[in-house]
């Protein structure tokens, strides 16, 4: 499914960047003090790519390993 970038933000805050990965603010937080996620700084303010979060969660899969029957 396609997101409408047309209408949408281009930055996200903290906040909203939790929102959309289900997860708490200050984890966002510290996943950008890690520099695992991508942030932009707006003057004062760090805000978070839009395009970023579907990447993060594309470069965090875990796949799961398929064992051989015996």
Same mark, same amino acid.
């Given at each position: 499914m396609e997101e409408d970038t047309t209408s949408a933000p281009l930055l %996200? !805050?903290?906040?909203? /960047? /939790?929102?959309?990965? $289900? !997860?708490s603010e200050s984890k966002v937080r510290s996943l950008v003090r890690r520099r695992q996620l991508a942030a932009v700084r %707006? $003057?004062?303010r760090?805000?978070?790519?839009?395009?970023a979060i579907p990447g993060f969660v594309t470069a965090n899969i875990i796949?799961? %390993?398929l064992q051989a029957r015996r």
């Open positions: %996200v !805050t903290f906040r909203e /960047a /939790a929102n959309l990965l $289900g !997860t %707006v $003057g004062k760090l805000m978070i790519p839009r395009h796949h799961p %390993v």
